[in-house]
């Protein structure tokens, strides 16, 4: 290999050709409201104390998510976050978010106590 060309990546043994990331990605299923079971509950695991509401159990795109924790947030009246398909929104607001779940068409039910 001469110095004047750029160097390339070379591959001993490469079992799948192309790099097709694309289609190793995993899907996501993407779910109407009606057909999730969501769980609402308060968490204050690995927080330092401070309690947050942990929706899971989605099942669609990290857009809708995004979409749904920027209302959560605003009818709340508090912070939150989207992280590990899962909506954690600041404070204990179980009933609240619960509601509006219902409204929205999503099958929620509240755990813990």
């Known amino acids: 290999m001469s110095s ?3 160097s390339q990546q070379r591959f001993v043994y490469r079992e799948f050709g192309d790099d097709n990331s694309a289609a190793t990605e995993r899907a996501t299923p993407e779910l109407p409201p009606q057909q999730q ?3 609402v509950q308060a968490s204050r ?3 330092k104390g401070k309690t947050v509401t942990v929706i899971s159990g989605f099942q669609t795109k990290p857009e809708v998510l995004a979409g749904l924790v920027k209302q959560l947030k605003t009818q709340c009246g508090s912070g939150g976050t989207v992280k590990d398909n899962e909506i954690e929104i600041q404070g204990d607001h179980k009933q609240k978010i619960w ?3 219902t409204k929205l068409g999503y099958k929620a039910k509240i755990s813990g106590g």
Do not use: D
């Open 4 to 6: 004047s060309q750029p």
């Open 37 to 39: 079971n969501l769980k």
């Open 45 to 47: 695991k690995g927080r």
């Open 99 to 101: 509601e509006i779940l």
